[in-house]
C-alpha cells in the first residue's frame, strides 16, 4: 500500500508565502515524476508544477518565477515554495506521484488560502 501525505497549507495575506511538502511512503519501486495539481471552488483541478526525478521541472504560466518545485528521491518527498501569493491561489492542492509499478497516487489534499 502506498500513501501520500501532504503537509503545509494554512491561510496566508497575499505576497506572502507558503511551503507544500508531501511524503511518499509503502510499497515504492521507481518514483519518476511528482507534483502538484490545485482545485479552486467552482474549477477543474489544474496543473500547478512537476518534477522528474532527474530535476527537470514544469510550472504552469501562473505561477512561473514564484513558485519553486523540489523533490528529495532519498525521501520521496516532494515539495513547493510558493512565494508572492495572490488571492487567486486559493485552493486544495494535491500532489501525486507517478511510480513505473503501481502508476500514481494522490494525496488527501491540503488547502491553502490568500486573503486580499
Known amino acids: 500500500q502506498v500513501q501520500l501525505v501532504e503537509s503545509g497549507g494554512g491561510l496566508v495575506q497575499a505576497g506572502g508565502s507558503l511551503r507544500l511538502s508531501c511524503a511518499a511512503s509503502?510499497?515504492?519501486?521507481?518514483?519518476?515524476?511528482m507534483g502538484w495539481y490545485r482545485q479552486a471552488p467552482g474549477k477543474q483541478r489544474e496543473l500547478v508544477a512537476r518534477i522528474w526525478r532527474d530535476g527537470t521541472t514544469n510550472y504552469a504560466d501562473s505561477v512561473k518565477g514564484r513558485f519553486i518545485i523540489s523533490r528529495d528521491n532519498a525521501k520521496n518527498t516532494v515539495y513547493l515554495q510558493m512565494n508572492s501569493l495572490k488571492p487567486e491561489a486559493t485552493a486544495v492542492y494535491y500532489c501525486?506521484?507517478?511510480?513505473?509499478?503501481?502508476?500514481?497516487?494522490w494525496g488527501q489534499g491540503t488547502q491553502v488560502t490568500v486573503s486580499s
Open positions: 509503502g510499497s515504492i519501486f521507481s518514483i519518476t515524476t
Open positions: 501525486y506521484a507517478y511510480d513505473t509499478h503501481w502508476g500514481t497516487r
